[in-house]
Antibody, heavy 121, light 113 residues
Framework: EVQLVQSGAEVKKPGESLRISCKGSGYSFTSYWISWVRQMPGKGLEWMGKIDPSDSETNYSPSLQGHITISVDKSINTAYLQWNSLKASDAAMYYC??????????????WGQGTTVNVSS | DIVMTQSPLFLPVTPGESASISCRSSQSLLQSNRYSYLDWYLQKPGHSPQLLIYLGSIRASGVPDRFSASGSGTDFTLKISRVEADDVGVYYCMQGVQTALLTFGGGTKLEIK
């Protein structure tokens, strides 16, 4: 079964660092990009960025560039989303999702179950 | 950035009736391969989003044929025939042309009357 399994819920304080994970299984991990999508409480979906697990090339939303880091460890089929200094406004649900590499776009076809991040002093 | 605009914001529907959602992009999503790189997703309450439609009109695996989509270029429509209670949730369109900066529409909340 193809799936993306994310790490569990996190509770952090402003200024703390955090890394959440997304592990792929049931498919060729390096054949698909991994995107991260944010959903703030009661709001819509916002694409944050993506990584190509085959070469670790990344793209970021301009609004988040410099605040987040997306990385990958292809030896364990896992992508990461990291903050060095959390803000209260980072409190949200975070989803990872895959899309096939290349020029033929066929959507974000598999999604993780989501990771809730609470940030409060 | 390609801006995606959806309407309506809320869509109350009587079970068994049809519903339509509109999505407009600020730039053409039509590619040289004749496909428009436009997806539709459904996020049911308390669940992760799921892919319904890709390439403008192709249903994803397992999606009922009550869901259909059309459009090309900058104007797109998702139609749900014979709406059921299980169809409630928020529907999003998303462009896949600029893969270095993917963008979603604001969402349309479908609810049952």
């Amino acid at each position: 079964e193809v799936q993306l399994v994310q790490s569990g819920a996190e509770v952090k304080k402003p200024g703390e660092s955090l890394r959440i994970s997304c592990k792929g299984s049931g498919y060729s991990f390096t054949s698909y990009w991994i995107s991260w999508v944010r959903q703030m409480p009661g709001k819509g979906l916002e694409w944050m960025g993506k990584i190509d697990p085959s070469d670790s090339e990344t793209n970021y939303s301009p609004s988040l560039q410099g605040h987040i880091t997306i990385s990958v460890d292809k030896s364990i089929n896992t992508a990461y989303l990291q903050w060095n200094s959390l803000k209260a406004s980072d409190a949200a649900m975070y989803y990872c999702a895959r899309s096939i590499r290349g020029t033929m776009w066929v959507g974000l076809d598999v999604w993780g179950q989501g990771t809730t991040v609470n940030v409060s002093s | 950035d390609i801006v995606m605009t959806q309407s309506p914001l809320f869509l109350p529907v009587t079970p068994g009736e049809s519903a339509s959602i509109s999505c407009r992009s600020s730039q053409s999503l039509l590619q040289s391969n004749r496909y428009s790189y436009l997806d539709w997703y459904l996020q049911k309450p308390g669940h992760s989003p799921q892919l319904l439609i890709y390439l403008g009109s192709i249903r994803a695996s397992g999606v009922p044929d009550r869901f259909s989509a059309s459009g090309s270029g900058t104007d797109f429509t998702l139609k749900i025939s014979r709406v059921e209670a299980d169809d409630v949730g928020v529907y999003y369109c998303m462009q896949g042309v600029q893969t270095a900066l993917l963008t979603f529409g604001g969402g349309t909340k479908l609810e049952i009357k």
